[in-house]
T-cell receptor
């Protein structure tokens, strides 16, 4: 079946503009995550959605970052008033939650460049 | 504070050699330790994972060694091949609180020379 998809694959924007990044998780996966991967760095957790529960927003770096998940499926990560330090690859992952150790399946990422 | 520390940052190995990547953690509540492999332009993909009730897990040329008392775990790639060249991330999670939240290491870029 289809994996996690993300759009756009690349986004170039000017400093101060808002951007929206989209994630389509694997069908049936109830958990969805956003990570940020800066050049040559590890994976920085941003936010986690699980079913109808309140999201875990503990990783969002500032109030310019927000995310929503509509209908328990598609998620949008919004960055307002982008700054150059926001330039990174934004990765989305999804997983089942079956009470066991659940693999996270990653999308290919959106490469964001803020000029 | 980084929950999982990974080393080395980069590694060069000759074809046929053994690649070893190490990770260390502090939180003894962690109980699931996956390794992810990431090729350029792709998202990370699960390679192999271990729980702390075993000291070693092997899948083909890939082996995880786990030392619970030292709070360390490592990935060994035997007979390394150029196709193994990728970035490897270790991770840890704790099941009893939020077992789907992974704490990732900073990554190791592996280059296997032909």
């Amino acid at each position: 079946g289809a994996g996690v998809s993300q759009s756009p694959s690349n986004k170039v924007t000017e400093k101060g503009k808002d951007v929206e990044l989209r994630c389509d998780p694997i069908s049936g996966h109830t958990a969805l995550y956003w990570y940020r991967q800066s050049l040559g760095q590890g994976l920085e957790f941003l936010i986690y959605f699980q079913g109808n529960s309140a999201p875990d927003k503990s990783g969002l770096p500032s109030d310019r970052f927000s995310a929503e998940r509509t209908g328990g499926s598609v998620s949008t990560l919004t960055i307002q008033r982008t700054q150059q330090e926001d330039s990174a690859v934004y990765l989305c992952a999804s997983s089942l939650q079956t009470g066991k150790y659940n693999e996270q399946f990653f999308g290919p990422g959106t490469r964001l460049t803020v000029l | 504070q980084q929950q999982v520390k990974q080393s080395p940052q980069s590694l060069i190995v000759q074809k046929g050699g053994i690649s070893i990547i190490n990770c260390a953690y502090e939180n003894t509540a962690f109980d699931y330790f996956p390794w992810y492999q990431q090729f350029p332009g792709k998202g990370p993909a699960l390679l192999i994972a271990i729980r702390p009730d075993v000291s070693e897990k092997k899948e083909g040329r890939f082996t995880i060694s786990f030392n619970k008392s030292a709070k360390q775990f490592s990935l060994h790639i035997m007979d390394s091949q150029p196709g193994d060249s990728a970035t490897y991330f270790c991770a840890a999670s704790m099941r009893r609180t939020n077992f789907n939240k992974f704490y990732f290491g900073s990554g190791t870029k592996l280059n296997v020379k032909p």
